[in-house]
């Protein structure tokens, strides 16, 4: 089975570029440079003391949750260029939390397909819309804020980067702890245990990003393209995805991460990469 055996390196690259100040961790304390107002393209809490930058999920909902402000124009345009150019690429080659799933999943026990459970990919389409969109907007206080509801009750990465490090090494914040802590670690628990006998769980049934990133994957400008004078329609590129997609059917799904384990397992050197916006296939195949 081929793999992409450097995709990891790009995923250490993208984690690291995005919490360089890693002595911030032994300090209990949150980097607040000026680097804050720009934002990374994947899963990385604005809470983590290594963080550079903000997370885009995290900053529109304070912009959507705030009294003064009403649409974030900077975040959802920069999504959307993102999503436009790469689609679920940053899933598969930017995103911290993707790659620490990946991590665990590394672990060796028993495996798990998640084919027959296809219909919870729909519930991070809900989560996008619900806890992203709709409750920050609608359900405010006395003084017309709303609640970050992703962020606070279900984000695990929050809780991954930002809840448990500050905790350790910030007394104040560990002695301020309550069940919301609890809660959160439960979930993050949760995430961990599935993760190790699923390939990533939260990217396919839970993430806002992987949401609205798929949104833009049919038609972003780095996609995948069959040859459909070399394919057979054999299947074994369809065998090899951990994300349940069928590459010579669809293969520029929703679902793809466009980790390249397809391309590399084709015996045909049917599937190619490619930046621009031609077809998918270069002609129907019918098998």
Known sequence: MAKNKHRWKFQLAATLASNPFLLNFFRGKIHKGSSKILCVPGLNCYSCPAAAASCPIGSLQAVIGSSKFHFAYYIVGFLILIGVLLGRVVCGFLCPFGWFQELLHKIPTKKFSTKKLHILTYLKYVILVCFVIVLPLTIVNEVGLGDPFFCKYICPAG??????????????????????????????LGIVVLSVFFYRPFCKWICPFG???????????????????????????????????????????????????????????????TFSLKSDRKKAISK
């Not at 949401?211 to 393209?225: D, E």
């Not at 466009?258 to 084709?266: F, V």
């Open 211 to 273: 949401a609205f990133y798929a949104l833009f994957n049919q038609i972003s400008l780095y996609r995948f393209h069959i040859d459909g004078d070399k394919c057979t329609a054999c299947g074994v590129c369809s065998k090899v995805c951990k994300m349940d997609v069928d590459v010579f059917r669809t293969p520029n799904h929703a679902e793809c991460i466009r980790c390249g384990d397809c391309i590399r397992t084709c015996p045909h050197q049917a599937i190619a990469k």
């Open 159 to 188: 809780i991954l980067e930002g809840g448990i490090p500050l905790s350790l090494a910030n007394g104040s914040i560990r002695a301020s702890l309550g069940d919301l802590f609890t809660r959160k670690s439960c979930i993050l």
